[in-house]
């Protein structure tokens, strides 16, 4: 295998550079730069700290570029592979090891201050001296999410320390709770600034090859719902949309299959990913609780459906479980029967289909009820989409 010639320049800018981010745009094949990175500097005990479904395909990545076999979850192999829920399990025992290198994928993960992962994270990295930091989205919603990032990279010294930080970029202002930094200021010069520490390129500028990626909205019915108010109003509006518009989206599923095409549908409601499932029995599925090799054993089963006996090929994904770490380029049609709040997680879910080995135009489909909850969600989108294209400089 051979690296494209940006990954080989995103090779030796990390080589360069004791702490950086990787945070190219989903699909341009992040952790192979890394794995060669980590061969080429030959640092060792490495820690690799990724979430649990990916834990399988860093140790192939691994012995596919870097030819080292390891074993997951084994604190005596040179590269440790294990997943952040188990980060604070083995910390005792990783703090015993003189770590040389420590790898954070989908590092957004450690964006939230109070949480446990972000605490030992900051706890590991004292005195390790190579960090890369990796993800295709560094801020799902607003500039804050990037402070904890940038404090387990050790790199928020180039941004003047943590009070500038949120005082210059995170739209401080003063509520009747204090000091609130939920908000955005600057993001021109957060751009600039964040060049400094991250690798970022996205697909236009170089993956010409890739065929385009295009979005169609289908209106499934028509329902009058006013923005809602509290928690307890979402979840009634969701029951009510989902209600009226699943049999529209099982007969669109319905008509696609019967094309004989591929297909990925992304859901959120476990309730919804069962109803889908009964409909269409021969589906594959990603969801959360599965084992690793249930969910490769049913990736691999849907790539090469080519081989297999199925009347249709079909998978439904849980969007929680399946934004990342999913490779389903035999399918070039994508349904979205629900919707994330965060933008960066709708990408992300998109992308599980239009990245490198696709050969098809990408058609993404949202089917949504009209004057509904959908359209909130997709508005809300829009607005910190914009936001995020800003601090990325995707505009």
């Known amino acids: 295998m051979k690296l494209l010639p940006y990954q080989v320049q995103g090779v030796n800018k990390m080589l360069n550079q004791s702490s950086i981010f990787l945070c190219d745009d989903m699909g341009l094949g992040k952790t192979a730069q890394v794995c060669t990175v980590i061969k080429k500097r030959n640092k060792f005990p490495t820690l690799v700290v990724c979430p649990a479904p990916l834990k399988e395909h860093w140790k192939r990545e691994l012995k596919k570029w870097s030819n080292i076999d390891v074993e997951i979850d084994c604190m005596s192999s040179p590269i440790i592979i294990t997943n952040y829920e188990r980060l604070e399990y083995f910390s005792l025992y990783l703090k015993r090891l003189n770590l040389q290198q420590i790898i954070f994928d989908e590092c957004h993960l450690l964006k939230t201050p109070t949480s446990k992962r972000y605490k030992v994270a900051m706890e590991l990295v004292q005195n390790v001296q190579y960090r890369i930091m990796i993800t295709g989205t560094p801020v799902l919603n607003r500039p804050k999410e990037l402070l904890c990032q ?40 957060l751009n600039e ?39 307890q109003e979402v979840e009634k509006y969701d029951k009510e949309v989902l209600n009226h518009k699943l049999p529209y989206c099982i007969s669109y599923i319905r008509h696609i299959i019967e094309r004989g095409e591929s297909l990925v549908v992304f859901v959120h409601h476990r309730n919804i990913i069962h109803k889908l499932l009964q409909e269409f029995p021969e589906a594959k599925c990603i969801i959360g609780g ?13 790539q090469n459906s080519n081989n297999l006996s199925a009347n249709y090929n079909l998978i439904v994904c849980s969007l929680q479980a399946s934004a990342v770490g999913l490779t389903l380029t035999n399918a070039h049609t994508a349904i979205f029967i629900e919707y994330p709040w965060s933008p960066s997680m709708m990408r992300q879910a998109e992308d599980r289909i239009h990245r490198i080995g696709q050969l098809n135009p990408c ?33």
Not at 206 to 216: E, G, S
Not at 371 to 392: A, F, G, V, W
């Open 193 to 231: 600034a964040m060049k400094k520490v991250w690798i970022r390129r996205i697909k236009k500028d170089v993956q010409i090859q890739l065929p385009p990626k295009i979005i169609h909205k289908v209106k499934c019915c028509t329902l009058y719902q006013p923005e809602p108010v509290s928690f």
């Open 290 to 302: 599965q084992t690793t090799k249930q969910r490769q054993q049913n990736i691999d089963n849907f």
């Open 363 to 395: 058609n993404i489909v949202y089917l949504y009820a009209q004057d509904s909850i959908d359209e909130y969600r997709l508005r809300t989108q829009h607005i910190k989409k914009i936001i995020i294209n800003h601090t990325m400089k995707e505009v």
């Open 150 to 189: 940038l404090e387990v990279a050790g790199l928020t010294y180039k941004f003047g320390g943590k009070d500038r930080f949120l005082h210059t970029f995170c739209g401080a202002y003063q509520s009747p709770w204090g000091t609130s930094y939920e908000g955005h200021s600057n993001l021109s010069k």
